[in-house]
């Protein structure tokens, strides 16, 4: 049994106190043990903060972005050591605000995803097609590429360990969302991808998120599909009730 992760993605938001503030906040909103997994993606500047508000929580902690490289003169990067140093469980590998917005390309996120496969940390890779690229009836070629050259070389054992969030791009910040069959039927896509690529175990264990303008909502009707294993939310992880009513998805069915 897959068990649902929900995660807030705060891009480049909160300042250390107000981290702190989200924090206690929504502890108090979701109780010790929330029935899915609970994870936060700060910034860099407030990781240490967050993990010093978290302990004794139910709530997990993960890192936006990392370098593929152990050390070395690159100015303004982080190394999956750090993370690690700073009590990161998790990270993001290629948002499509990375692809996009900082030109990080399938090969650059390929070498990232092979890094943290040595690392304790555990990788949630981001897939998604554009509008374009949906209105010419090209989504799942577009998706299921970023995983084939994204995925390459990884073997099966490393491979169970990643996440996949599905983030359509014409989705995220947008307010539009894709409705729960079409996040169903992408999703369903992905998991078959990794069962034909790599082992039927693979494909029934792994856990894919969607993302793309998650709200209180339309979570559990996203989350009632069979695919989709819970959200990677951007814009309503920002404040504690929103986030937690996500979180509580189950309790507005």
């Known amino acids: 049994m897959r068990r649902?992760?929900?995660?807030?993605?705060?891009?480049?938001?909160?300042?250390?106190?107000?981290?702190?503030?989200?924090?206690?906040?929504?502890?108090?909103?979701?109780?010790?043990?929330?029935?899915?997994?609970v994870l936060l993606f700060p910034s860099f500047t407030v990781l240490s903060r967050v993990r010093q508000a978290v302990v004794g929580t139910s709530i997990g902690m993960g890192a936006q972005n990392l370098h593929h490289q152990d050390q070395g003169a690159f100015t303004g990067e982080i190394s999956a050591a750090m993370l690690e140093?700073?009590?990161?469980?998790?990270?993001?590998?290629?948002?499509?605000?990375?692809?996009?917005?900082?030109?990080?390309?399938?090969?650059?996120?390929?070498?990232?995803?092979?890094?943290?496969s040595t690392t304790s940390l555990t990788p949630v890779l981001c897939v998604g097609e554009q509008l374009e690229q949906r209105e010419q009836g090209r989504s799942q070629e577009v998706v299921l590429g970023q995983l084939q050259q994204g995925c390459d070389g990884l073997t099966g054992q490393e491979i169970s360990r990643i996440i996949v969030a599905y983030e359509p791009v014409?989705?995220?910040?947008?307010?539009?969302?894709?409705?729960?069959?079409?996040?169903?039927?992408?999703?369903?896509?992905?998991?078959?991808?990794?069962?034909?690529?790599?082992?039927?175990?693979?494909g029934e264990g792994l856990r894919i998120l969607y993302g793309g303008s998650v709200k209180p909502g339309n979570a559990s009707g996203l989350m009632e599909k069979p695919d989709i294993d819970g959200a990677l939310v951007g814009g309503a992880s920002l404040q504690a009730d929103s986030f937690a009513a996500i979180v509580d998805y189950g309790k507005q069915a």
Do not use: Y
């Not at 807030?8 to 899915?36: C, Q, Y």
């Not at 009590?87 to 390309?105: A, N, Q, Y």
């Not at 947008?174 to 991808?193: C, L, N, V």
């Open 85 to 116: 140093d700073c009590g990161c469980t998790h990270v993001l590998i290629g948002h499509s605000e990375r692809r996009m917005l900082f030109g990080e390309d399938d090969k650059l996120l390929n070498r990232k995803l092979r890094k943290v």
């Open 170 to 202: 014409w989705a995220i910040g947008t307010g539009k969302t894709a409705t729960p069959e079409i996040a169903q039927e992408m999703h369903a896509a992905i998991r078959g991808w990794f069962r034909d690529r790599f082992s039927s175990s693979v």
């Open 4 to 37: 649902s992760i929900i995660a807030g993605n705060w891009k480049m938001h909160k300042t250390g106190r107000e981290a702190v503030d989200f924090v206690r906040a929504l502890d108090v909103l979701i109780g010790r043990s929330p029935e899915p997994e």
